[in-house]
């Protein structure tokens, strides 16, 4: 397969909806790794490795130096905002990086003016930015925002582009008729059918044009047939939804180990304080019902209540996020698990996590938009199970569930790099190291 895969030659344009502290971190952080002023930390593509083959071969490359990705001296970054801050006034409002840091990178971020967003007060009431499209209808919005990927793509010398949405998330909606099939949806872009939302404008443009479009945002935006469908057509890779970082990143991280020793769980109550804008937008009730959709399906599907009743039958599971503004974008969350053993036992475990939103946000940036981009090249089209790794609540086939277990996700994400590669898939059996002792057995 890896004959066939086309080379990163050229540059490539990531272009994110959104401008705000993660799209910002993500830029800054960039700019400083090529100036070697800070490390990639926490993007799998840029420090992780890969073991190869056997144990004894003692393989185990770095990923980037494994499959062909675009470089980061290649990379060009753009994107839309309703505000129409440059990226480095936009990054010192957000307070993630330092001012020393920006400063350095000052040049590089002032150059990166945010497009006109197509927007809609309507899908996110808590914002009041004026920097947006006007046109009769939304299949119009469609268009303009094709003619910026198109007009990015000339102006800086791109010969790939892919768009990740770094945009607020939007109130809650459901899938209905409009997003059933690209006919429908298309009449809804010229009937300006409230059920198309913002973001899913961005979506279609992008499909459309056969570029990569990943949502870090818990919004439906490209997870409705009709975009499935596009994607197919137009050989597009797509995936989402809800960047998996801070607590429930925690959540995949232990959930699972319990599960493997069998331990019950009774209870899990999760609260978060956030002062930064995502906070403030999420602090409206529609909003976060997107959200907390998102992030309550992690652990029952981890656990698999009706598989395992005794253990998992009878989970409460509540998930709080508060808007506290002295926190900025420095999330505190709190988890109180009640866990039990063996013959009933009562235990718990205390979770509290001071961690940094936006930092662990941007590395997954960075690597959905790398790896949909080595998608785009390899040829695989439509959803990408296999990044699932990233995402709070993954975009899978219909009908299957999705998978949440971080390391399960990581073992289908280095089998799909191993496949593309043409290297054998490691099963984690092993047991040809013991081969003597099982012809003895
Ligand atoms: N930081 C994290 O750890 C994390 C984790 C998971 C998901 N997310 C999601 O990622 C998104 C970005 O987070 P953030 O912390 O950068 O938020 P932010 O509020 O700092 O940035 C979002 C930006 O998007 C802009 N925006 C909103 N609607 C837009 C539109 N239709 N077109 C163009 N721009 C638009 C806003 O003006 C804002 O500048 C949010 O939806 C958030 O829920 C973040």
Redesign the pocket.
């Known amino acids: 397969m890896h004959n066939t895969i086309e080379k990163a030659e050229g540059k490539l344009g990531i272009l994110t909806?959104?401008?705000?502290?993660?799209?910002t971190t993500l830029i800054a952080g960039v700019e400083a790794v090529k100036k070697n002023l800070a490390q990639p930390v926490g993007s799998l593509t840029q420090m992780g490795n890969i073991r190869l083959g056997k144990r004894t071969e003692n393989r185990n490359p770095k990923i980037k130096d494994f499959v062909p990705l675009a470089d980061l001296n290649d990379i060009v970054f753009g994107g839309?905002?309703?505000?129409n801050d440059n990226v480095f006034e936009?990054a010192l409002k957000?307070k993630v990086i330092e001012p020393m840091m920006l400063h350095a990178v000052k040049s590089e971020l002032e150059a990166i003016k945010p497009m006109k967003?197509?927007?809609d007060r309507s899908y996110?009431s808590n914002?009041d930015?004026d920097h947006i499209k006007q046109a009769a209808t939304k299949a119009d919005l469609a268009q303009m925002v094709m003619d910026d990927i198109e007009n990015f793509k000339e102006a800086n010398d791109c010969s790939r582009m892919v768009l990740v949405w770094?945009?607020?998330?939007e109130i809650y909606l459901e899938p209905s008729a409009a997003h059933e099939t690209i006919e429908s949806f298309e009449e809804g872009l010229r009937n300006n059918n409230p059920a198309i939302a913002?973001?899913m404008i961005?979506a279609y443009a992008a499909i459309k044009l056969g570029v990569p479009f990943m949502n870090?945002?818990?919004n439906l935006t490209c997870d409705i047939p009709a975009l499935i469908e596009l994607a197919k057509q137009t050989n597009t890779p797509i995936g989402g939804k809800?960047?998996k970082?801070?607590q429930t990143l925690m959540k995949t991280i232990l959930a699972p180990g319990l599960q493997a020793r069998a331990l019950g769980v009774k209870g899990w109550f999760s609260s978060n304080i956030l002062g930064?804008?995502?906070g403030y937008?999420?602090d409206h009730p529609d909003n976060f019902k997107t959200?907390e959709v998102s992030k309550l399906s992690v652990l029952e599907d981890i656990f698999q209540p009706e598989t395992n009743p005794e253990l998992y039958g009878d989970i409460y599971h509540k998930v709080r996020i508060n808007y506290y503004p002295p926190a900025g974008?420095n999330k505190e969350s709190w988890d109180n698990i009640d866990i039990f053993g063996w013959m009933g036992y009562q235990m718990q475990i205390k979770v509290n996590f001071l961690c940094r939103?936006?930092i662990?946000?941007a590395p997954l940036v960075l690597d959905l938009a790398l790896f949909s981009d080595l998608a785009k090249r390899a040829g695989m089209s439509g959803i990408q199970e296999w990044l699932s790794f990233y995402f709070?609540s993954p975009q899978t086939a219909p009908g299957l569930h999705p998978e949440h277990d971080i390391f399960k996700q990581l073992i289908k994400l280095q089998n799909t790099l191993r496949h593309l590669m043409g290297e054998d898939l490691i099963t984690h059996l092993g047991l040809e190291y013991y081969e003597d002792l099982t012809e003895v057995l």
């Open positions: 909806p959104g401008l705000g502290a993660v799209a839309w905002d309703v505000y936009a957000a967003a197509v927007f996110v914002l930015g770094c945009g607020s998330t913002p973001s961005y870090g945002a818990p809800d960047f970082t801070g930064n804008r995502d937008v999420l959200k974008d939103d936006s662990l946000a709070k």
